[in-house]
């Protein structure tokens, strides 16, 4: 398994600003996701984040909008640009174990409200 | 492309009864099955797993069972508790380095004391 943290828990924002969300694994991981849930919806990924280059991200998702870091194996950062508040949402971290790739974690997510 | 159907809910239960969320699936190949659960205001917490057709996935009363013929993964627990009122999540991912999951709308319980 992995334990996963994310900081912060939870942000209130103004329309306009951007939040960069933290998420630490305990182990290294082949794999790390990042979601979001919309309120009383299921996840959707918005990008793989890929060590040492580029993330991956899916239809309706772009870089300018959630840049997405990964420096190490296990660390990654993403950023909420230019907010509003459709934005408002839980985003989760998520992980394959390395060599466990049947299997995936969640972090406890970061719950955004953008006014 | 793969897709997971989740039983609809929400679910509303009085404590003791059995429970029933009904998950089916589509795939290419031979994913491996999830059922996740998320607590009021906290993420995703791995419930149970399947990993092949026949296996039998079980944590906390609960269990599912990876049935290939009917490409189901429903999730059953014998006598329900006030502390099982969650969001539960059908998943699947493919049996490989890079694929990716496919998860479930959710199914909301409530349990009744």
């Known amino acids: 398994s992995a334990v996963i943290s994310q900081k912060p828990s939870r942000d209130i924002c103004q329309r306009g600003t951007s939040l960069t969300i933290q998420c630490q694994v305990d182990s290294q991981v082949t794999m790390m996701f990042w979601y979001r849930q919309q309120p009383g919806q299921s996840l959707t990924l918005i990008a793989t984040?890929?060590?040492?280059?580029?993330?991956?991200?899916e239809s309706g998702f772009v870089i300018d909008k959630f840049p997405i870091s990964r420096p190490n194996l296990t660390f990654s950062t993403l950023t909420v640009s230019n907010m509003s508040p459709e934005d408002s949402s839980i985003y989760l971290c998520s992980v394959v174990p390395t060599g466990g790739y049947e299997t995936q974690y969640f972090g406890p997510g970061t719950r955004l409200l953008v006014l | 492309g793969d897709s997971v159907t989740q039983m609809e809910g929400p679910v509303t239960l009085s404590e003791e009864a059995f429970l029933t969320i009904n998950c089916t699936y589509t795939a290419t190949g031979y994913p491996s099955l999830f059922w996740y659960v998320q607590y009021p205001g906290e993420g995703l917490q791995l419930l149970l797993k399947?990993?092949?057709?026949?296996d039998k996935g079980s944590n906390k009363g609960f269990e599912a069972t990876y049935r290939k013929e009917t490409t189901s993964f429903h999730l059953e627990k014998g006598s329900v508790q006030v502390s099982d009122s969650a969001v539960y999540f059908c998943?699947?991912?493919?049996?490989?380095?890079?694929?990716?999951?496919?998860f479930g709308d959710g199914t909301t319980l409530t349990v009744k004391p």
């Open positions: 399947a990993t092949k057709a026949d």
């Open positions: 998943a699947l991912r493919p049996n490989t380095n890079a694929g990716k999951s496919t």
């Open positions: 984040a890929n060590q040492g280059s580029e993330a991956t991200y």
